[in-house]
Nanobody
Framework: QVQLVESGGGLVQAGESLRLSCAASGNIVSTNVMGWYRQAPGNQRELVATITSGGVTNYAGSVKGRFTISRDNAKNTVYLHMNSLEPEDTAVYYC????????????????WGQGTQVTVSS
């Protein structure tokens, strides 16, 4: 099976930076898209940023210019560099792997990490 393990969350003050990491493990042949989503209390889960295996990125308007997503295909790892954090960025951040091709199973599958808390104080 595939596991996504996130790290890097924490408590910071407004204006500071954090880097989230998400490593996928398992019999993975390839992953089409990796991304980050977040969910604040009382809100639905929302897209933060995604990146394809070819490096094409997509960002939510609220984070564009402040956050940068990157990935290391060889390590099946995706990163989210978050700068100029704001209290509104406070949420649980979830890693997603979309259309994962496995070595010993047909088809493609989607996976989620367990989430990591990011709290930004004002």
């Amino acid at each position: 099976q595939v596991q996504l393990v996130e790290s890097g969350g924490g408590l910071v003050q407004a204006g500071e930076s954090l880097r989230l990491s998400c490593a996928a493990s398992g019999n993975i042949v390839s992953t089409n898209v990796m991304g980050w989503y977040r969910q604040a209390p009382g809100n639905q889960r929302e897209l933060v940023a995604t990146i394809t295996s070819g490096g094409v990125t997509n960002y939510a308007g609220s984070v564009k210019g402040r956050f940068t997503i990157s990935r290391d295909n060889a390590k099946n790892t995706v990163y989210l560099h978050m700068n100029s954090l704001e209290p509104e960025d406070t949420a649980v951040y979830y890693c997603n792997a979309f259309k994962v091709v496995l070595a010993y199973a047909p088809g493609a599958y989607d996976y989620w990490g367990q989430g990591t808390q990011v709290t930004v104080s004002s």
